[in-house]
């Protein structure tokens, strides 16, 4: 996603500097025009604007702060552009620490697959002041192709983790029906035709239906970060009161595909826990 979501800025025709924590990737995008940074510090003391897609809350600590992060190198008035999918403690503790060194955040990420993140028409939900978010909104627009500002810093971050939660239960719960179906009797594809004009149906339902019944599991979110969604989902419910029964349910099926290898897997491959 961060590598085509790059591309796409190169395209676009902005001055793109990356870097990547693993040796090699970026070599890509740098043959597409991009310069590369030796360091976090450095791209930081590059950048204006800085767009970040990574793994994990560990991951966000590894390349925004410290002595070597981006932050350090950052100066008063830069803007970062956080995409990733983390916990909301992880967002609003990286705009914290922005602000104490004049430098604004906004949390976007997004909903879509590699094919909208390379043709720029991706889903994005924004936390951020207004100010901050307006001063995003070049970098968003050739980006997405629908962009909700849905509050402050945090909001998007809580967006994605409500919305990949339905996307995981959508997935697993389509497995979990042509399981069913075809050890039955029935066949997968008629079973998907009878869905498609479902009142539940979606193109999620269709697209990862369909991946399931091929076991075409090239990875667009993999087995192992839809896990990781969910905990953070599950843990930040908690800590508003909601318990999120269902996601834990959910979650066993993809640990179940994890188990049986599949972590690096669509997830799509959730059927094969099953």
Not at 96 to 115: K, L, M, Y
Request: one cysteine or more.
């Amino acid at each position: 996603m961060g590598r085509r979501m790059a591309a796409r800025l190169v395209d676009e025709g902005w001055d793109v500097i990356v870097w990547n924590r693993s040796p090699g990737a970026a070599d890509e995008l740098v043959a597409a025009g991009a310069k590369e940074a030796s360091s976090p510090v450095d791209l930081g003391a590059a950048a204006t604007i800085v767009v970040s897609m990574v793994a994990d809350d560990a991951a966000i600590d590894d390349v925004y702060m410290g002595d070597d992060g981006i932050l350090a190198g950052m100066a008063e008035g830069g803007l970062v552009i956080e995409m990733s999918t983390t916990s909301i403690r992880a967002t609003r503790a990286l705009a914290e620490a922005a602000s104490d060194r004049g430098i604004a955040v906004v949390d976007a990420p997004v909903f879509g697959s590699t094919e909208p993140a390379r043709t720029g028409n991706l889903t994005i939900v924004v936390g951020g002041n207004d100010g901050d978010v307006e001063r995003a909104q070049p970098v968003l627009k050739d980006l997405g192709k629908v962009i909700f500002h849905l509050g402050p810093v945090g909001a998007g971050t809580i967006m994605k983790l409500a919305g990949n939660s339905i996307g995981a239960g959508t997935t697993a719960l389509a497995a979990e029906a042509l399981v069913f179906g075809t050890a039955a009797g029935l066949e997968g594809p008629r079973m998907l035709e009878v869905m498609s004009v479902c009142g539940f149906n979606s193109a999620l339902l269709q697209n990862r239906g369909a991946a399931a019944l091929d076991e075409s599991f090239e990875p667009g979110w993999p087995v192992k970060h839809v896990i990781k969604d969910l905990q953070l989902a599950q843990a930040a419910a908690v800590e508003h009161g909601v318990p999120m029964r269902a996601l834990e349910c959910i979650r066993a099926d993809y640990e179940a595909a994890l188990s049986e290898g599949f972590g690096e897997a669509d997830a799509a491959a959730v059927v094969k826990g099953m």
